[in-house]
Nanobody, 126 residues
């Protein structure tokens, strides 16, 4: 079983930046794609960004386009989320997710992922 561990969350003022990391470990690592989701109190978990492991395809939610950037380091089995120009509405717990097998549909559905991390809190103050 693969374990996903997120890090890099914290408290930042509006307009600031954070970089989240998600490190995968466990059985022989094999990922088709990885994604970041977030969940604010009282709200559904929502898609933020996704990337296939070859890096050919990258997807963003409209709310973060132009501010967030997803990337991966294959050698380290790690995916990153660079978050710039943060806004108070970005406050949420951010989760990393991984899908093992090839898939041609939307990365935005929580149900397509095989593994999830425990999440890291991001708080953006005014």
């Amino acid at each position: 079983q693969v374990q996903l561990v997120e890090s890099g969350g914290g408290l930042v003022q509006a307009g600031g930046s954070l970089r989240l990391s998600c490190a995968a470990s466990g059985r022989a690592f094999s990922a088709y794609g990885m994604a970041w989701f977030r969940q604010a109190p009282g709200k559904k978990r929502e898609f933020v960004a996704g990337i296939n492991w070859s890096g050919d395809n990258i997807y963003y939610a409209d709310s973060v386009k132009g501010r967030f950037s997803i990337s991966r380091d294959s050698a380290k089995n790690t995916v990153y989320l660079q978050m710039n120009n943060l806004k108070p509405e970005d406050t949420a717990v951010y989760y990393c997710a991984m899908r093992d097998s090839p898939y041609s549909g939307s990365f935005g559905y929580t149900s397509i992922y095989d593994s999830w991390g425990m999440g890291t809190q991001v708080t953006v103050s005014i």
